[in-house]
């Protein structure tokens, strides 16, 4: 059995995030989490290996299973990746996730996509069984991950997005402090303020972005991280991404 977070912990946690006047105001989530789980290892800043241990009816994993949950909602520089280099501040980013879960007892709440193509379960990971300490907004807030929603998964958007715009403007963790935003320079869906998800997240096809230059941008920033046209948005191979969109 892994170690459970005592109130002590939560509380400052809490009031780190308060301190530094952060928007918290959108915790806790609309349901409290469902599914409790042991953290077994730590994957990476957003990725996480876990055993689960009580569910309720209806959760998508069942008692005694061992999956691999990546966090909804968040994105962290790439250190494990098979085909891209540690990317900066990646190392900051999983020892942050490190010393938040390792060891732990954690529970999830999943959104309307519980799957994504490579067989991770996409979950909002809460230190807390009341639904209050939320990893995937704590790993934004200060400034280790990048809101990054990713339809139809898109719950927490706004206020992720709020914590991030927050983060910046005060200039916390290491993803901010003496750099221009990277990830600025490495996602152009983010730059264009469009649909922004994770390349090795659910399938997506060219309805769930607005405009081409969102498709596009995305389309792209697949491309430069070594993914390829993951979601075939290039239909007929002549670089331009879901041509059919205004």
Known sequence: MCKKVGMKTVAVLGWLLVGVGLAVAGL????????AVDVLSVVDGDTIDVLVTDVVPGA???????????????????TVHPNIAVQPFGESASALNKSLVEGRSVYLEFDVGSW???GRLLAYVYLDAQGFAMVNAM????????????????RYEELLRELERTARALGL????????????ARDPATVAAGVACNCSGPDLNCSDFAIHEEAQAFYEQCISQGF??????????????CEGLP
């Open 116 to 118: 994504d193509r490579y």
């Open 228 to 241: 390829g046209d993951v979601f075939q948005l290039d239909a007929d191979n002549d670089g331009s991404a």
């Open 173 to 184: 963790g290491l993803r901010y402090e003496d750099h221009q935003d990277t990830n600025d």
């Open 60 to 78: 998508p994993v069942a008692v005694g299973q061992a999956v691999r949950v990546r966090y909804i909602g968040v994105n962290t520089p790439e």
């Open 28 to 35: 806790p989530p609309h349901e409290r989490p469902t599914t």
């Open 139 to 154: 790993l934004v807030a200060l400034g280790f991950a990048h809101a990054y929603p990713c339809p139809p998964n898109v």
